[in-house]
């Protein structure tokens, strides 16, 4: 029974809901890209600035700053899906989904813009920290509480509850199969470690990732970069092949070019979240004197995960060329890969990341349930159960198989990017003007500072005044 409620369950996210959500998601980043004369692609350095030299990087009591946004974030969104995921789209659609997977980044990091900046216009103060996200911005933005409670539910399901227990289940079976660790230990170990981080508040989660996440993405790179050293007369020779195959005149004969572009969107899409409504809970936690700084910074965010993570996946297969694989998939293809490049390192360097980048999945991923349940209550209490719940969901997940929970979360997941989508669309108008402000004061040498009646279509009184 709960075999066939599964199948429906993804035959319903993978032939209907998931057309509609990659033309939704596709048509809101190309929408916001004009809308905003291609934010994404003018001034790159702008973006980088502001992430590691802004004037916002300050230290404070309870204060986190746009680089401890955009870790947390990035925490979410590097996980399991770029190194098990990528492979995967190679070898169903071909190494043409990647340049899909590229192509769906570029315009989608417009609609991380617009859904950040938004964040940070209509975020709340909290303490001595700020919370927000898009149901606070449905709420006062669209004055629709219903809608908002609608979307907190979707993502109280999906990230903190449903995708941990994915993402410990996948560390608990990589290090079984690397290391012969029992998966029931694994899970203990990380509920503990979770919980040691989560108890300690929206600051130690921010400090946790604006150290681990750097560090180990560096290192990941650091080992494409060495494969791809090694294999540098042959990289050419891949590009080619992506571009050729994204455009494969025998996959238009067969009919299947459709589903080589599907596979790169929506691998694209799921990575890097864009559009998504995740990454907001965390933009919206920076202290910053603009809006429209975080807009920026995390897109930077949606570049790191797909144009530079997720593309690292991508060249180490190729590279070793997956062909030679047959019948691996996923991770293991990915640990198979690198070891054929470096030896047996490779695989064990596998483990480790898919260990490093889902554990901190699992931590981003909480904290945007806790902005959510924020969202309906303060008590100590209610976030206390609430952290008791997803350390134990932890130790679960890391048991019992999850074809069904993930079925359902992607359910889930899409059902809340559609109702993001529609809300950003309908606040387009915020967005233009906030990002009309900025340049404004930006052509004046300006350091940007925002005052909500600078943009007149702000109705709702926000922190800002």
Same mark, same amino acid.
């Given at each position: 029974?709960?075999?066939?409620?599964?199948?429906?369950?993804?035959?319903?996210?993978?032939?209907?809901?998931?057309?509609?959500?990659?033309?939704?998601?596709?048509?809101?980043?190309?929408?916001?890209?004009?809308?905003?004369?291609?934010?994404?692609?003018?001034?790159?350095?702008?973006?980088?600035? #502001?992430?590691?030299?802004?004037?916002?990087?300050?230290?404070?009591?309870?204060?986190?700053?746009?680089?401890?946004?955009?870790?947390?974030?990035?925490?979410?969104?590097?996980?399991?899906?770029?190194?098990?995921?990528?492979?995967?789209?190679?070898?169903?659609?071909?190494?043409?989904?990647?340049?899909?997977?590229? #192509?769906?980044?570029?315009?989608? +990091?417009?609609?991380?813009?617009?859904?950040?900046?938004?964040?940070?216009?209509?975020?709340?103060?909290?303490?001595?920290?700020?919370?927000?996200?898009?149901?606070?911005?449905? &709420?006062?933005?669209?004055?629709?509480?219903?809608?908002?409670?609608?979307?907190?539910?979707? $993502?109280?399901?999906?990230?903190?509850?449903?995708?941990?227990?994915?993402?410990?289940?996948?560390?608990?079976?990589?290090?079984?199969?690397?290391?012969?660790?029992?998966? #029931?230990?694994?899970?203990?170990?990380?509920?503990?470690?979770?919980?040691?981080?989560?108890?300690?508040?929206?600051? &130690?989660?921010?400090?946790?990732?604006?150290? *681990?996440?750097?560090?180990?993405?560096?290192?990941?790179?650091?080992?494409?970069?060495?494969?791809?050293?090694?294999?540098?007369?042959? *990289?050419?020779?891949?590009?080619?092949?992506?571009?050729?195959?994204?455009?494969? $005149?025998?996959?238009?004969?067969?009919?299947?070019?459709?589903?080589?572009?599907?596979?790169?969107?929506?691998?694209?899409?799921?990575?890097? @979240?864009?559009?998504?409504?995740?990454?907001?809970?965390?933009?919206?936690?920076?202290?910053?004197?603009?809006?429209?700084?975080?807009?920026?910074?995390?897109?930077?965010?949606?570049?790191?995960?797909?144009?530079?993570?997720?593309?690292?996946?991508?060249?180490?297969?190729?590279?070793?060329?997956?062909?030679?694989?047959?019948?691996?998939?996923?991770? +293991?293809?990915?640990?198979?890969?690198?070891?054929?490049?470096?030896?047996?390192?490779?695989?064990?360097?596998?483990?480790?990341?898919?260990?490093?980048?889902?554990?901190?999945?699992?931590?981003?991923?909480?904290?945007?349930?806790?902005?959510?349940?924020?969202?309906?209550? &303060?008590?100590?209490? /209610?976030?206390?159960?609430? &952290?008791?719940?997803?350390?134990? *969901?932890?130790?679960?997940?890391?048991?019992?198989?999850?074809?069904?929970?993930?079925?359902?979360?992607?359910?889930?997941?899409?059902?809340?990017?559609? *109702?993001?989508?529609?809300?950003?669309?309908?606040?387009?108008?915020?967005?233009?003007? +906030?990002?009309?402000?900025?340049?404004?004061?930006?052509? @004046?040498?300006?350091?940007?500072?925002?005052?909500?009646?600078? /943009?007149?279509?702000?109705?709702?009184?926000?922190?800002?005044?």
């Amino acid at each position: 029974m709960l075999e066939n409620l599964s199948q429906q369950v993804a035959f319903l996210n993978d032939h209907f809901l998931g057309y509609i959500l990659v033309a939704m998601l596709i048509g809101s980043g190309i929408y916001f890209t004009l809308a905003t004369r291609f934010v994404q692609w003018l001034n790159p350095k702008e973006m980088w600035s #502001l992430l590691v030299g802004s004037e916002d990087n300050i230290t404070g009591t309870g204060h986190i700053s746009p680089f401890q946004a955009f870790a947390i974030s990035t925490a979410s969104r590097v996980g399991t899906g770029n190194i098990a995921g990528v492979a995967l789209a190679i070898t169903t659609g071909g190494p043409g989904a990647i340049f899909w997977m590229w #192509l769906i980044a570029i315009f989608g +990091a417009a609609s991380s813009f617009a859904e950040s900046t938004l964040a940070q216009i209509y975020k709340v103060k909290s303490g001595n920290t700020f919370r927000g996200g898009p149901a606070y911005y449905i &709420r006062s933005g669209l004055k629709s509480k219903r809608l908002a409670m609608v979307f907190s539910i979707m $993502l109280l399901l999906t990230f903190p509850l449903a995708f941990s227990s994915v993402q410990a289940n996948t560390i608990a079976q990589s290090l079984q199969t690397t290391f012969h660790f029992s998966p #029931l230990i694994t899970g203990c170990v990380l509920s503990v470690l979770t919980g040691a981080i989560i108890f300690g508040g929206l600051k &130690r989660i921010a400090t946790f990732s604006a150290i *681990i996440v750097p560090i180990f993405a560096l290192a990941y790179i650091a080992i494409t970069l060495l494969v791809m050293l090694l294999n540098i007369i042959h *990289i050419p020779h891949v590009i080619s092949l992506i571009v050729s195959d994204a455009f494969s $005149l025998q996959k238009i004969a067969a009919g299947t070019l459709g589903a080589t572009v599907m596979i790169g969107a929506r691998r694209g899409l799921f990575s890097n @979240e864009a559009g998504m409504g995740s990454a907001p809970n965390a933009a919206a936690t920076a202290h910053t004197s603009h809006p429209v700084k975080q807009g920026y910074v995390q897109m930077f965010g949606v570049f790191v995960d797909t144009l530079i993570i997720c593309s690292c996946t991508a060249f180490i297969v190729l590279l070793a060329d997956y062909t030679h694989f047959p019948g691996l998939e996923g991770i +293991a293809l990915t640990q198979a890969s690198l070891a054929h490049e470096i030896g047996s390192f490779g695989s064990y360097f596998v483990s480790i990341s898919v260990l490093l980048f889902a554990f901190t999945s699992i931590i981003g991923n909480y904290y945007y349930g806790q902005s959510n349940l924020e969202f309906w209550s &303060r008590r100590r209490r /209610v976030m206390f159960v609430f &952290r008791l719940l997803v350390c134990a *969901i932890i130790i679960v997940g890391s048991v019992i198989e999850l074809n069904l929970a993930w079925g359902l979360a992607d359910l889930c997941m899409t059902l809340m990017a559609l *109702i993001n989508i529609y809300s950003i669309l309908r606040l387009r108008k915020q967005v233009c003007e +906030a990002l009309k402000d900025y340049r404004a004061q930006r052509r @004046e040498n300006k350091n940007p500072v925002f005052h909500a009646k600078s /943009v007149p279509c702000i109705t709702q009184e926000t922190w800002w005044e």
